[in-house]
């Protein structure tokens, strides 16, 4: 087993020492965890092979799921994509740095490894600081899924990627809480119009002011039986220990009274319930015997909710309930990747 060794730095003036001790241990091949505005990576250098796939070995990741490459210029993107389009570069141009995965036709020198055997690559520029300064201090690009076990919700604290791979990779560097909370939009260019793979960072609405109409991947807002083009998206995800019931997006109060009358179903039975909820419904829930109650924050700021979503769902398995009860949130703006994020979590979903 690995000592991991815990880089603490500056988010914002991250130590020159820090960054190149780690940018070091990527270009030898190792696996180093650090934080992007959405969510903690777990980077290798995505021109070696082997590298790439101890990432898959260390999160238990089937093969068949590639990965994002992250990059820290526009112009790196032309060594790993056989052709960007002009509408291509300028998606890149308004949305990088930031929370959007484009995928482009691959060159054939872009290992298989990384592609899952696509001829398709996905590249993101992740905005923040220390994610861009390994990737120039490494002159490399980095590929990187989520740090997390395959399966479990996403980590957004240095914390959450040693609860799950401490032992098994280099390095976590230790930059704070990644702020957006949710995973980038993966969104494909190869079709037209482009179409968004995967709901995240930034919303439908802001493309479509850019891009103009945009298709949704039919398995996104499907009933489960068409197969996803973006691999992993197919694979149950996010889970908590528990099982978790979704009450889909509703009037409050009626949302209150399915979530009070499940409540007590469960405790009739013996079971210790959990809840995952907005500050709005907090007061409407005080009299449900629960064993933990995790508040988002406001149903009015969906990125509140955003950001504490993933982090909610690892507090809650700590409290070891049987089941978890959780409100469901409009699919406007960053709503619908919430709301895709918690479907893929539940194990039952409950229409109003
Ligand atoms: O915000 C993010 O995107 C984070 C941070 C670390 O950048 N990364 C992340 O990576 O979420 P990961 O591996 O957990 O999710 C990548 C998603 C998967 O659903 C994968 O199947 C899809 O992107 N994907 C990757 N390459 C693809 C391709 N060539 N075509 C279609 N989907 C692809
Ligand atoms: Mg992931």
Sequence with gaps: ??????LKVDPDKPENGLIKEAAQII?????????????????????????????????????DNPLIVHVSSIEQVYHLASEVSLLARRVMEVFWPGPLTV??????????????????VAIRMPKHKVALTLIGTAQLPIAAPSANTSGKPSPTEAEHVLADLAGRIDAVIDGGSAKVGLESTVLDLTS??????????????????VLGHLGVDSAIEGDGSEIPRAPGMKYRHYSPAAPLILIEDGPLSIMADVIKELAADYVKRGKRVALLISDEMYPLIQDIDKVETTTLGSRNQLEDI?????????????????????????KQGIGLAIMNRLKKAASKIVEI
């Excluded at 087993?1 to 815990?6: D, F, G, H, Y």
């Excluded at 409290?319 to 009860?325: E, G, Q």
């Design 1 to 6: 087993m690995l000592r991991t060794l815990v």
């Design 103 to 120: 995928v482009l036709p691959c060159k054939d020198t872009v290992s298989k490894t990384v592609t899952g055997g696509l001829d398709t």
């Design 306 to 330: 955003a950001g504490g979503l993933f982090g909610g769902l690892r507090r809650l398995d700590l409290a070891h309930p049987d089941v978890i009860l959780a409100e469901g949130y409009s």
């Design 192 to 209: 037209d119009p482009p179409v968004i793979l995967r709901p995240g960072g930034v919303s439908k609405e802001e493309l479509e002011a």
């Design 27 to 63: 270009k030898k091949g190792g696996l180093v965890a650090f934080p992007t505005e959405t969510v903690y990576g777990l980077g290798a250098n995505a021109l070696n092979d082997e590298a790439v796939r101890s990432i898959y070995k260390a999160k238990g990741r089937p093969s």
